[in-house]
């Protein structure tokens, strides 16, 4: 019978405390009898760790250059492993066969009449402003140099990547287009309009990781797997995956000496006002958590918020100040237990 009315009295008071606020919930620490009271002082922050979680190295879309290839080659040679940081005007690929041969002879070819022409329509140019030809031999000059200028442009900007040709070996070698990564794409022969390479642009390779919608909002950097390496966020993208979304950081440095396509872990920081907590001085009440803070002969149980673990500590958000506050650090349970009502 004892045993009964105990268990309602204790399901009474959960109840109480279920429709009360919890900064009401006070106890004297006389309660306590000669139970050991130790506190330490809360310790007020401004950024914290999140839970580590999976990060790629990755580039940014369509910041690429791509080197496509206006002819078919029976060879193609790569002059550096795939991933290889180059600077600009680096030799990089070779591309050998007749055809090759046949598509630099049509491009000197169309260099040549293109240079003729444009000659001949900067002379008569003049001639026609002083009306000394015929407005029909004007059209037809000014309709030859347009048609081979059109001719030239199509192959001229595929060879300002050329940095040479053998004509014994039947070999043009390409030169790098700006300063990054190559990428090669695997191919069993190289066709026309086929994608030789890529380049990316070193300021484009960043780290991507996703981030739950709620808490981007107080995202403000991370570190990586090597302590050292810490990174501003550059951008989070605005259209979500679901309940999350994919974070952008600045561009790689030094100290972040990681591969393209490589995974590792990232830690997010946020910023946000917060404290640190021991966690022994943590308990649980009826689904929320709370801690005991000490003020002259009182013990108040606090409702906090767990936002990240880190080693010894809680890392906490509370509607109630807790600046300068000591939390109780022992005998944490002998004073839920009390504020239960469970007995002394």
Known sequence: ?????KSIFIATSLLVITSTSAEQFSLDVKDLNNLALQTKRVEQINEYAGRPTLGEVSELPGQAYTVRSPLTAQQVQFLHPVGTKLNIGVDFVELSGPEVHHYYSQYQVKKSL???TQQQYEKNRKLFAQSAISQQAWLDITHAYFAAKLEYDEVQHFFELVARFNDETETLTLKTPIKGVVQYTRFESLTE????????????IRLSFNITNKEAKNLAY?????SQCKLNISSIELVAAGLSSKVWSDPLHAECPYNLG???SVTPFYTQHAYLVPKQSVFSMNGAQFVFVKSGNQLTAVKVTLVSSAAENYTVTSQESLINSHLLISSVSAAQGILLGLGE
């Open 1 to 5: 019978m004892k045993g009964f009315v």
């Open 114 to 116: 293109f240079e003729l």
């Open 193 to 204: 309009g086929s994608v030789i390479a890529r380049v990316t642009p070193l300021e484009s």
């Open 222 to 226: 991370l570190s990586a797997s090597n």
């Open 262 to 264: 490589q995974n590792l």
